[in-house]
């Protein structure tokens, strides 16, 4: 990801070294200023939230759950909380076990919330209006669909929320086996 003013910042999801953040005033010269802490596992997605000094990273784990970072120093990012559902549904079909069946795919923060696609969890919105303890607000499940693709339940049905997309009187949802999902945005 990349920010939006003038971009000087690259984030990168870096799979099991974190989030890397990169100095990019210079593109053909990267810096390397940091990165989030290792061993987390799958590091898929980064987000930052206005004011670009706290991050969101998802991770495409079992039970993958994401992660605020205070990253106001890149090269000691603090780590602020995880973000947890407040309960669980049971993974939305049948998964076999497959490990992203309960993993966060990805995040879009618009002003203090947060939008997440949790696979088998739907689309879940949080308030981190204080980072340190993000609010569940409201949560949003897809129905199960057939797996026509092979991809999270072969041969069975499934909530597969992959993506979210924050509009202004929208969000959509894009649930890889019963499709898009064009829902009102919480006011």
Known sequence: MITNAAVTRAYLSYWSLGTVILDISNPAKPGYLGRTARGQGNAHSAWLLPGEKILLETHETVRGRPVVW???D????????TVRLPWRLS??????GLPLADSVHDAKVVGRYAYFSWYGQGVALFDLKHPRKPKYV???????GRDRHGLLCPGGTCTAVWGVFVMP??????????GLWVLSRPR
Do not use: H
Request: glycine letters at 6%; aromatic letters at 8%; a positive charge.
């Open 91 to 96: 993974p939305g079909g049948d998964f076999s």
């Open 70 to 72: 205070n990253i106001a």
């Open 138 to 144: 409201t949560r949003f499940r897809t129905p199960p």
């Open 169 to 178: 009187k929208y969000v959509l949802a894009s649930d890889l086996n019963s």
């Open 74 to 81: 890149p090269a000691k990012p603090v780590r602020l909380a």
